[in-house]
């Protein structure tokens, strides 16, 4: 009798940890899925920008340990897309992410230098609209106005990152003539689409306050590409990199804070 008491609190405690693990795993929705799509776009630029600045600046270690800690991001979320069971419609789609991505990771595990880094400034710009569009097609999913916020303020952390991508890119001499050009453009786009979040009707005072924050960074961040501050090359670059990480760190928030707002609507619609 007592080893049948026993056998029982050992059945009931297994089903009592069972259950705190999946309790312990976090909910993934729609909100959620678009939010880790459009990192990918983030990521895509992210990692580029790593690989160019450990050819320029070899010696700074905090660019390996962001170029590593981004390759694993983009590989994690990757499987976690795959797995995500509503968006199963567009899975070709993201299958055109993952054939992408695998020649871009290539190139980009190999040693830094000129050709390769101007190769994997090339391909950034085929990954990033495969991505963009995987994106898209899980916002046309949503079948809600809030999932253009999460998509749009996903995607200026993507643009803070392409702008410090192709600033260092044309630092280092790799990224062509067109270099300059494409760093003003990303610079307006990012001015107006921020002025875009900033009038939407669904932001909470939270998500004005980090709006206005983001466009204070991106005012310092254009008096750097003007060169409007008198420093050494080194501390531009810094500047430059810095400021465009805080733009991107509060972008984060903010799409998150829509990403929540996107699930809590669509729970409510159940």
Request: hydrophobic residues 45%.
């Amino acid at each position: 009798m007592k080893c049948v008491f026993v056998l029982i609190l050992l059945l009931l405690c297994g089903e009592l940890s069972a259950a705190n693990s999946a309790s312990d795993i976090p909910a993934f929705n729609m909100g959620d899925a678009i939010n880790i799509a459009g990192r990918q776009r983030m990521l895509s630029q992210r990692i580029t920008q790593a690989s160019i600045l450990q050819g320029v600046q070899p010696d700074v270690e905090k660019h390996r340990l962001v170029f590593e800690r981004s390759m694993r991001e983009f590989e994690r979320n990757l499987h976690q897309l795959a797995s995500f069971e509503p968006a199963a419609p567009v899975r070709d789609v993201l299958q055109k992410v993952q054939e992408e991505w695998r020649g871009f990771a290539e190139i980009a595990r190999e040693p830094a230098n000129k050709v390769t880094a101007a190769e994997l400034f090339r391909r950034s710009n085929t990954l990033l609209p495969a991505a963009h569009t995987y994106v898209m097609r899980l916002q046309a999913l949503a079948k809600h106005s809030s999932a253009e916020l999460v998509n749009i303020s996903g995607r200026q952390r993507m643009l803070s990152q392409r702008i410090a991508k192709n600033y260092v890119a044309h630092h280092w001499g790799i990224a062509g003539d067109d270099a300059s050009q494409m760093l003003y453009e990303d610079l307006a786009e990012f001015e107006q689409m921020l002025a875009f979040l900033l009038e939407s009707p669904l932001n909470t005072p939270e998500i004005t306050r980090n709006l206005l924050k983001t466009r204070g960074h991106l005012s310092y961040a254009s008096r750097g590409f003007d060169g409007d501050m008198q420093m050494s090359e080194a501390r531009q670059i810094h500047v430059v990199t810095g400021t465009t990480d805080i733009m991107l760190r509060n972008m984060n928030v903010v799409t998150g804070q829509y990403a929540q707002l996107l699930n809590e609507i669509s729970l409510a619609a159940r």
